[in-house]
């Protein structure tokens, strides 16, 4: 079934027969220029400009399903409508004239297999709508788009992350402890560790950063992680260094939970908090070396953190276990440049109206290589394949934000796809 949506597609983009066009009067009209696609309120398209026999007319164009729709709507009291010069419709469902605005309808130009193609893809249930097609669209279009993609996607976080930035009094330092910190629990534990990182301001956080036991003392003690009754000497020093920190400061605890369950040991939030703490222990300045830092692989240096020797032999407090070294490894540094570093980067150039520090958090992403999750292995099992961050990000938009909600018309791959059958 067309929608008025599909049909504004095929108007803008031409895809009908446009061969010995004829009005309902029967008088022929030529298109120059079909319009400007209005977002806002008013006619479809604006400033269009058509021939009628053998007048140039310029003004707007309004479309509809049905010829009756322009009363229905009550356009005619709407001044919005003063200058729309041509009613383009679907069908013409009147045997009357009802208001003196010249009628086209595309009824009978539109191409049934384009019809067809886009049906089946509103009721597809597979993976993408356009799978079976989608490696039909040449790579000029698809470098094209997963640009704009990943552009969006950076656009689209940097609201949230702005908004972010206003709850932290507009500090910048203070609003990247709190996103690196969410983004070291990953998606199991990431609200918990940020509530941890909101507990403990940055300028708390400083003032121990040399000493790694106090530290960990303070990140596992809000994490609730130093509740127990332990033996080793280890875990009750840093009980007792957190009660007498927590008494100090008068902290109080995270109000979320750290999670265990279904996770890697490496993953544990035990092992990310101490990794966390070896960050702050290195560099308190957090953002300042991220936005100063000459290339990717500077901050990729710096992300090279390694737990403390105690955590060699153990995975949870007071339980050995054998030696592993716990080093942030590769793959979660280029989490943590993709997820995290890149966007407040780029949420820190929108701000300041900044287009060397936007391209350059772009630059990182290309850098950086793709991620890798079920999303991305579903799109390479179609033969689209991911190799930097550019790539998956632009995949990952392109899916939840286009595929997902199907909306293919608005998609540079679905509108090449659908220019095929038109």
Known sequence: MI??????????????????????????????????????????????????????????IELHLKRSDWDR???????????VILHVVLQNDLTAETVNIPVLVLQHRIPNLLLEKYEEWMHSINFIACEKNIRQVNDIIWFAWKQRLVIERMERRSI???????????NWQELFWWLIAANFGLKVNAAAFEAIAR????????????NILQLEALLL??????????????????????????????????????????????????????QLAQLVHRSSHLFSWVKEAASVKEVMDSLEVTANDYWHYHYRLD????????????QMIENLIINTIVPVLFSYGVLHHDQIIKAKALRWLEETLSEKNSILQKWTNIGIESKTATDSQALLELKSMYCDRKRCLECAVGNSLLKGFS
């Open 319 to 330: 339980e050995p276990a054998a030696f592993r070294i716990k080093t942030l490894g590769k």
């Open 73 to 83: 709507h009550a356009h005619s009291e709407d001044r919005n409508y003063q200058n």
């Open 199 to 210: 507990t403990l301001p940055l300028k708390l956080v400083t003032r121990h950063k040399n």
């Open 221 to 274: 003690g809000q994490a609730g992680l130093l509740e127990s009754g332990f033996e080793e000497d280890y875990a009750l020093m840093l009980k007792r260094e957190y009660i007498f920190l927590k008494n100090k400061y008068h902290l109080r605890p995270a109000y979320e939970p750290v999670h265990f369950l279904r996770m890697r040991p490496v993953n544990f939030p035990t092992i990310r908090l101490a």
């Open 160 to 170: 949230l992350i702005l908004e972010q930035f206003q709850q932290s009094q507009s």
């Open 3 to 60: 929608t008025e949506k599909l049909l504004q597609f095929i108007w803008r983009f031409r895809y009908y027969n446009q061969s010995d066009l004829v009005l309902e009067s029967g008088a022929s009209i030529q298109i120059f220029f079909p319009g400007q696609l209005n977002p806002n309120q008013g006619p479809d398209f604006l400033n269009a400009k058509i021939k009628i026999d053998t007048t140039v007319w310029v003004g707007h």
